[in-house]
């Protein structure tokens, strides 16, 4: 195995990180920023207030996202597996 091959596996395992944690990360980003904006208005200063509304926020994301995310990870896996053969000989 060259190490072209090497890097390209680690450069789209890398992609494929980041496509599927992009979603969650805006979301709890969001999230954040909408309670830390409701807390300085209103100056409430508790730390554990954003945790609910994050989780939340994340539990939509994964219900509406989830399929997609596992359709899209079982398919590189299922890609990579198939490689393997033309990889070693």
């Known amino acids: ?10 450069r ?3 992609w494929l ?13 969001a999230v954040g920023v909408l309670v830390g904006v409701v807390q300085a208005a209103t100056q409430i200063n508790e730390m554990t207030l954003s945790f609910i509304p994050k989780l939340l926020g994340l539990a939509a994301v994964m219900i509406a ?3 997609w995310m596992l359709r899209t990870l079982l398919e590189y896996t299922r890609q ?7 990889l070693l000989g």
């Open 17 to 29: 990180t980041l496509l599927l944690a992009s979603p969650l990360l805006l979301v709890a980003l």
């Open 65 to 67: 996202l989830g399929p």
């Open 1 to 10: 195995m060259s190490p072209e091959t090497v890097l390209s596996i680690a």
């Open 80 to 86: 990579l597996i198939e490689s393997i053969p033309g």
């Open 12 to 14: 789209d395992a890398l």
